[in-house]
């Protein structure tokens, strides 16, 4: 049963062919069994149980939604009332949650099953998952390689039918570059389509939450629990929400897709290239129209990004302060040794270097250099994409450079692997909807096809990423080993 | 050498508001610790600020009660710093886009009127409070606070004396009051101030190195503070020694103010707009709305008291100390339908005298307009005398009856009837011979005598004209 | 452009972070190859551009003035470092 989709699932449940609970326990004794992959920082498992009893009783009434009695696991970085809520950072290893994010309560509200919280990049900053104090997660197509990140735990998981789905966060690429390492279907919303509320904050300018499943049509039926106006969230947009599920099987016939060139430039792997061209061309038999177009900022996006988001970051962190949660020094000798050393113990490498990066790009002398800067050329990249969309209706191109990498390959370098977020940053700075979806392999290692669209229009993003999954199986490969 | 100070005032003002500037939980005065600390208060991971609409609108009033600009669109930014009761380790304030821009206000003197500059107001989230006994070599934390709204109003460096601060800080303490903003109240620290204190040469133009005085929480304090503030500075200087900026606290025990040592570091507070709040709008809709609902403001309310009740200026400046004081007045003046003249010397004198005794605030009063107006009334009427009326007053404040009930009850209606009056005067006469002589051989004041005795015999009830016309007629 | 050691220095007291005195050389090294990337924007005219803080050019939303929260102290307390008597506690400080 673990190899079905959502809407697969939903049905045999509502059949009875099985209960949520047996559901559940084939989830949680798959966990056990690929354990060494290390997606799950915690295991949730009687409340997994508990829930999936309730949801039996409702799927019995005849009461339930399309997402009742469905296992799905959540990112660490979303509060759980009553579970340790990591955040993958030893700063929040005691933290158990007093309460629950949005996007947590309305899974809860939708009779979800939350098998348990998925091994992240401490506090999202990473690309690899291996900043997490949990240690790295293993990519199932090869467990030597990275599953990508930040969310790496939530794609390792869906690819490794851990899981039946999972939630993500995506800053700069963190829900669709793990998906496409992992070969999934990753989206991540328009910003203020997901509410924030309880979601830790890495860059709040730029997070949003998103599905990260095994296709388009279970993007669709996770992104329908997870939208909608949250009045906690100054940020959260007050729109009605789509029905997401109804126009996945509409017509291509007439689409305009345009591929920026700047997507195809140096440094794009060649089989990647080769991978994402017969995709396009696949999209060409169904008639779409294809055409070249440009985001001559584009690359402004990385030196903008590494300034917005340290500087965002290094405030948002400010409240790990060992004062009313999380993670404190022993016996601290004055208040700024608490400060200093909780923070300076707690906090990973690559969380430091984002925090002196931000307080850097803040500080008195440099804010009009840097942060100014870095707003100004953000409209430059956003004014880019606004072009683009006049010609065109959706964009595609890679959504990494590469495919997965080896386990330790970059850490080294912290520059080089910023880099490779090219293809995902421009689109969370302008505030974009975009998707990855699984379009071949290079060297039995996936590849991610991005596909971004205009604001608000995640049905169409989802009716384009659909029809591709009708003709072609790459999302319904799985990893040998994890069938 | 001659000396001048300059001084600039910086007032945090909270804002009466039921709820936090974002966050829904109750800003009520003196609850346990901690129980007035929502998740957004305490900055849990992943809580998120709402403003308060109370707040903005609430600002724009104040804004527009000093004539100021009022910004179409400000920005809340962070002000980075590390400090227990600041949970976030930021604080949502604003710096380059305050919602409310220069205003002004009027101030007085010793009769001298002068205009004071006010550079801004801007809206921010106040802190928690440290508790430094009691923990055995810990500090308690308490962010009860945390969240509370605050206008910060920043003043102009415009007052060049103690006195013309604290005329400054007073003029806005009634104005935040009257704009029913802020209750005022400085002992729980709902209205408090800082002062930028400098000294230079008298005739020179720049500034001299100023320093900050915190958290002056008394107008008596605010005074004092300055005027022990410039002394040293000017002490200081003319010893051969500088002025350092920096943060200075006044000890009131021993009037003097100290450096605050654990401040000097240099603070690099690292603003940027707060990426969890969006652009606040003020709109023309907005702004129409709060003009309708501005009440009258103190100089146009004194104004028109002077004018329209022919009030002295002292008169009117303590009847329209309040906004509560000055409605007071006004419903008794039209209930009682009696002389403008009449109500003030009571309103100002044994109504405003009781209360301050009762330490009453208006608010608090036990005697209501209706039952003050009825005791007017009947002053004016003649039912009793001026001086039966104090008497029929302080049953008034006991609060359980009407000044009619309580002048039928104790039979304190003055005595008109010229026929008893008479009774009581022949009695009089006819008992003190002596003075009567005294009175005839030319000796005027033992009229006095007669009037006293004649008052006493009725206990206070004769009408004294009536006393007087009947006495000139007998004692010719 | 190179961060001196004595700047990554004063950046960490700013941010109270404490990193070790060996690690001061490499911070010192990444901050100042990712402030190279930096340059790249200085070579974008970005006159008269104005900054964009948000991606959607969205108005704050106001909240009524009224009091939903209760009393959550125990709850929140919980996973508190150390309290006394409801309250948090730190080292003493000092003003």
């Known amino acids: ?483 | ?476 | 452009m190179m961060l001196t050691a004595e700047e990554v220095k004063k950046i960490a007291y700013l941010a109270r972070l404490g990193i070790d005195e060996k690690d001061v050389e490499t911070y010192a090294n990444d901050l100042s190859s990712i402030l190279d990337l930096m340059t790249q924007m200085s070579e974008t005219c970005t006159d008269d551009i104005l900054p964009m803080a948000h991606p959607m050019d969205q108005i704050q939303r106001l909240r009524p003035d009224t009091v939903l929260e209760s009393d959550q102290r125990e709850n929140f307390q919980s996973i508190a470092p150390q309290i006394d008597s409801g309250f948090y506690l730190v080292p003493k400080v000092l003003d």
């Not at chain 1, 997994?48 to 309730?54: G, L, P, Q």
């Not at chain 1, 949801?55 to 970085?77: F, V």
């Not at chain 2, 009619?404 to 008109?416: F, N, P, V």
Request: charged share 25%.
């Open chain 2, 1 to 476: 050498m001659e000396w001048e100070t300059v001084i600039g005032l910086e007032i945090h003002a909270q804002l009466a508001t039921k709820s936090k500037i974002f966050s829904s939980a109750s800003t009520a005065y003196g609850a346990e610790p901690n129980t007035q600390a929502c998740a957004v208060d305490l900055g849990l991971p992943g809580v998120l600020p709402v403003l308060n609409q109370q707040v903005v609108r609430m600002a724009v009033k104040f804004g527009m009660a000093i004539g100021a600009e009022i910004a179409p669109y400000s920005v809340f930014a962070r002000k980075n710093y590390f400090y227990p009761d600041l949970p976030k380790g930021y604080q949502i304030s604003q710096m380059d886009h305050p919602i409310v821009g220069f205003g002004h206000i009027d101030i007085d003197v010793n009769g001298t009127k002068k205009r004071i500059g006010v550079t801004r107001a801007h809206l921010e989230e106040d802190a928690g409070k440290s508790l430094h006994e009691n923990f055995h070599g810990s500090t308690g934390i308490d962010l009860n606070r945390a969240g509370t709204p605050l206008l910060e109003i920043v003043s102009e460096p415009d007052m060049r004396s103690a006195q013309e601060a604290v005329a400054y800080m007073r003029k806005i303490h009634d104005l935040v009051r009257y704009l029913e903003i802020c209750d005022g109240n400085m002992q729980e620290g709902s209205f408090r101030c800082d002062a930028n204190v400098s000294v230079r040469p008298k005739g020179q133009e720049s500034l001299g190195t100023r320093a900050e005085l915190k958290n002056i929480n008394s107008f008596k304090f605010v005074e004092k503070a300055i005027n022990i503030e410039i002394e040293r500075q000017i002490d200081l200087i003319e010893g051969g020694g500088t002025v350092v900026q920096e943060t200075r606290l006044y000890d009131a025990d021993n009037n003097e103010t100290r450096s605050m040592r654990s401040k000097e570091e240099a603070n690099d507070y690292r603003y940027f707009p707060d990426p969890d709040l969006l652009p606040v709008e003020i709109t023309d809709e907005l702004r129409e709305q709060v003009k309708a609902d501005l009440p009258e403001l103190p100089d146009a309310k004194k104004l028109r008291f002077k004018e329209q009740y022919a009030q002295d200026d002292e008169i009117a400046t303590t009847l329209t100390s309040s906004r509560q004081l000055a409605d007071f007045y006004e419903a008794v003046v039209e209930i009682s339908g009696c002389e403008a003249k009449l109500c003030a010397n009571w309103v100002c004198g044994n109504f405003l005298a009781a209360l301050n005794k009762a330490g009453l605030n208006i608010n608090k009063t036990p005697i209501c307009q209706d039952r003050l107006a009825g005791l007017l009334k009947r002053i004016a009427d003649q039912t009793i005398s001026g001086k039966i009326a104090k008497q029929v007053f302080e049953e008034l404040w006991k609060g359980h009856a009407t000044a009619d009930e309580i002048i039928e009850q104790q039979g304190l209606k003055q005595i008109t009837d010229s026929n008893a009056i008479e009774a009581i005067i022949d009695k009089i006469i006819a008992d003190n011979p002596n003075q009567v002589k005294q009175y005839l051989s030319g000796k005027e004041k033992v009229f006095g005598f007669f009037v006293g005795q004649t008052m006493k015999a009725s206990q206070g009830k004769a009408n004294p004209n009536e006393v007087n016309k009947i006495l000139h007629n007998k004692l010719k």
């Open chain 1, 1 to 483: 049963m673990h190899n079905k989709t959502i809407t697969e699932l939903a049905k045999d449940l509502r059949e009875g062919k099985f209960s949520s609970v047996e559901l559940t326990q084939s989830y949680l004794d798959r966990i056990k069994k690929h354990s060494e992959l290390n997606c799950f920082i915690t295991v949730a498992e009687d409340f997994a149980i508990e829930s999936a009893k309730m949801a039996d009783i409702k799927l019995a009434n005849g009461d339930a939604s399309p997402l009742t009695g469905i296992p799905i696991a959540q990112k660490d970085i979303f509060c759980t009332q009553g579970t340790k809520t990591s955040c993958g950072s030893k700063m929040l290893d005691n933290f158990i949650s007093p309460y629950n994010a949005t996007v947590v309560e309305k899974f809860n509200h939708s009779g979800a099953v939350m098998l348990g919280k998925l091994n992240m990049d401490e506090f999202a900053m990473g690309s690899s998952n291996e900043t997490s104090f949990y240690g790295a997660v293993q990519n199932p197509w090869d467990t030597s390689t990275v599953p990508g990140g930040s969310s790496g735990g939530s794609a390792s998981a869906v690819a490794a039918h851990l899981t039946a789905a999972a939630t993500g966060t995506d800053t700069g690429g963190s829900i669709r570059q793990p998906a496409a390492f992992c070969g999934i279907t990753g989206l991540k919303p328009t910003y203020g389509r997901v509410s924030r509320y309880g979601m830790i904050a890495f860059a709040s300018s730029l997070d949003q939450a998103g599905p990260m499943t095994r296709s388009a049509e279970d993007a669709a039926t996770l992104l329908q629990t997870m939208s909608g106006f949250d009045p906690k969230d100054s940020t959260s947009m007050n729109k009605p929400v789509p029905d997401y599920s109804m126009g996945l099987n509409n017509s291509l016939e007439g689409l305009k897709i345009g591929l920026p060139k700047e997507f195809f430039s140096e440094g794009l792997n060649d089989s990647v290239a080769r991978v994402i061209e017969t995709a396009v061309d696949e999209y060409r038999k169904m008639g779409a129209e294809i055409k070249e177009v440009s985001l001559p900022h584009m690359k402004l996006s990385i030196p903008v990004y590494y300034v917005i988001a340290p500087a965002e970051c290094s405030a948002n962190l400010s409240r790990f302060d060992g004062v009313r949660f999380g993670y404190r020094c022993d016996e601290p000798k004055d208040l700024n040794d608490l400060y200093i050393r909780s923070r300076g113990e707690a906090f990973g490498d690559e969380v430091k270097r984002r925090i002196l990066m931000g307080t850097y790009a803040l500080s008195a002398g440099y804010y009009d250099a840097y942060y100014i800067k870095a707003q100004k050329a953000r409209r430059l990249i956003s004014e880019d994409f606004k072009q683009a969309f006049s010609e065109v209706d959706v964009l595609m191109g890679p959504v990494s450079p590469s495919t997965a990498f080896g386990l330790g390959e970059k850490t080294g370098d912290p520059i080089e692997m910023y880099l490779a977020d090219i293809y995902t940053i421009a689109v969370n700075l302008a505030g974009l909807p975009a998707i990855s979806i699984p379009a071949g392999f290079v060297n039995e290692k996936p590849v991610g096809l991005q596909i971004i669209s205009n604001y608000f229009t995640e049905p169409h993003l989802l009716n384009v990423a659909h029809k591709y999954q009708q003709t072609t199986n790459w999302h319904q490969q799985t990893p040998k080993g994890f069938e």
